[in-house]
């Protein structure tokens, strides 16, 4: 049997991001890694090594993220955005689109994502139970927690 052994490599490639950038780490904790050094993901449900993680550009545009609070957001009628959080709680959601995005259960890894076009020029969201880790971001899917 053959047993391909992972090295780290250095030196063949340059990685920029002009900001900090989480990833999961192998016992599946959300770790921060400095600018401009890669991420090496681990799938927080599984465990699986996933290889470096590479994501556009996004921001979130959510107040007090970590745990977030009732709070009226702008977006632009017709984009598209995802909304995405941890925990057993819920969002519920008026304005922009009229929906409630109930959490996926507690493992950390478990994350509820709820993607979007914007129907109007706001969007309020109030939360209820447990939600951690919330992000708003324009795009069709959910980048690393920002």
Same mark, same amino acid.
């Given at each position: 049997?053959? @047993?391909?052994?992972?090295?780290?490599? *250095?030196? &063949?490639? %340059? &990685?920029? /991001?002009?900001?900090?950038? *989480?990833? =999961?780490?192998?016992?599946?904790?959300?770790?921060?890694?400095?600018?401009?050094?890669? #991420?090496?993901?681990?799938?927080?449900?599984? %465990?699986? =090594?996933? +290889? @470096?993680?590479?994501?556009?550009?996004?921001?979130?545009? $959510?107040?007090?993220?970590?745990?977030?609070?009732?709070?009226? #957001?702008?977006?632009?009628?017709?984009?598209? &955005? *995802?909304?995405? =959080?941890? +925990?057993?709680?819920?969002?519920?959601?008026?304005?922009?689109?009229?929906?409630?995005?109930? %959490? +996926?259960?507690?493992?950390?890894? #478990? /994350?509820?994502? $709820?993607? =979007?076009?914007?129907?109007?020029?706001?969007?309020? $969201?109030?939360?209820? +139970?447990? @939600?951690?880790?919330?992000?708003?971001?324009? %795009?069709?899917?959910? *980048?690393? &927690?920002?």
């Amino acid at each position: 049997m053959n @047993v391909i052994k992972p090295i780290l490599v *250095t030196g &063949y490639a %340059g &990685y920029t /991001r002009a900001s900090t950038g *989480t990833y =999961f780490d192998k016992n599946k904790v959300l770790q921060t890694a400095a600018a401009n050094t890669p #991420r090496y993901n681990w799938n927080p449900e599984t %465990g699986v =090594f996933e +290889g @470096v993680l590479i994501e556009p550009e996004r921001t979130n545009i $959510l107040l007090n993220s970590a745990s977030p609070a009732y709070q009226t #957001r702008s977006v632009t009628t017709g984009k598209t &955005y *995802t909304l995405s =959080f941890y +925990g057993n709680g819920a969002i519920t959601l008026t304005g922009a689109i009229g929906a409630t995005l109930s %959490g +996926g259960g507690t493992p950390s890894g #478990r /994350r509820t994502v $709820l993607t =979007f076009a914007a129907a109007a020029s706001t969007l309020t $969201l109030a939360p209820f +139970g447990t @939600v951690t880790n919330a992000q708003l971001e324009e %795009g069709a899917y959910p *980048t690393s &927690y920002i």
